[in-house]
């Protein structure tokens, strides 16, 4: 895939998963990658995903002189190829919910900078399971992409723990005990289920 892309063996690569609207922040990251470029010569951004920016983020990527560093890959189905390539992933977007493109990272075992924004906190914890900036800046973001291009031994420290946290919090089991949980909890206080202690409830409710 490097050979295609027309990457380097050692090039460091930053991957970017989302699509290419105002939302995701992918003029910020473009902001911020010349600064990346002055400490890390040979790194390369994969953009993965479609969206209305597509022709403007091009252009900008080219009259910027970055078209050497930068590749738009288009929507991609087979998404844990593309973050098998990946040396650190990114997620600059200005809100979020509950970000799928994080969880996959960090499932793959891949570092990641993101904005504190929104639910992202919640799954890249800073220092934790990534590495996280306000969001808008282009200065913090280039630092924190430093820092992990610079580290190997954070990159696999973050890599180890985000994907302990996705395998603790996401697992199929896990998930059915919690809801059977959640479940048993809600009927025990409706009166339906024997209180803890073996205590029965006062009613059953109507039969």
């Known amino acids: ?35 990346v470029r002055a400490h890390f010569p040979c790194v390369r951004v994969v953009c993965v995903g479609e969206g209305a920016l597509r022709d403007e983020l091009v252009g900008r990527v080219v009259a910027s002189g970055l078209g050497d560093a930068v590749r738009f890959v288009g929507q991609q189905a087979n998404v844990a190829d593309w973050l098998a390539l990946a040396d650190v992933t990114v997620l600059p977007s200005f809100f979020e919910g509950l970000p799928l493109a994080a969880i996959e990272s960090l499932a793959a075992g891949r570092p990641m900078v993101a904005t504190a924004v929104d639910g992202t906190p919640e799954v890249v914890v800073d220092g934790a399971t990534g590495l996280t900036v306000p969001p808008g800046d282009a200065a913090q973001l280039a630092r924190a992409l430093c820092r992990l291009l610079g580290d190997a031994w954070l990159r696999e420290k973050l890599a180890l723990a985000g994907r302990d946290w996705v395998l603790e919090r996401f697992n199929q089991d896990r998930q059915i005990q919690r809801t059977e949980a959640l479940y048993q909890l809600a009927l025990s206080r409706l009166g339906r289920l024997p209180r803890p202690g073996g205590v029965p409830a006062t009613a059953w409710g109507p039969r």
């Not at 990457?7 to 911020?32: C, T």
């Open 1 to 35: 895939m490097r050979e295609t892309l027309g990457f380097g063996a050692s090039d460091p690569v930053l991957l970017v998963v989302g699509r290419l609207e105002p939302q995701k922040g992918h003029r910020v990251l473009f902001d911020a990658l010349p600064a």
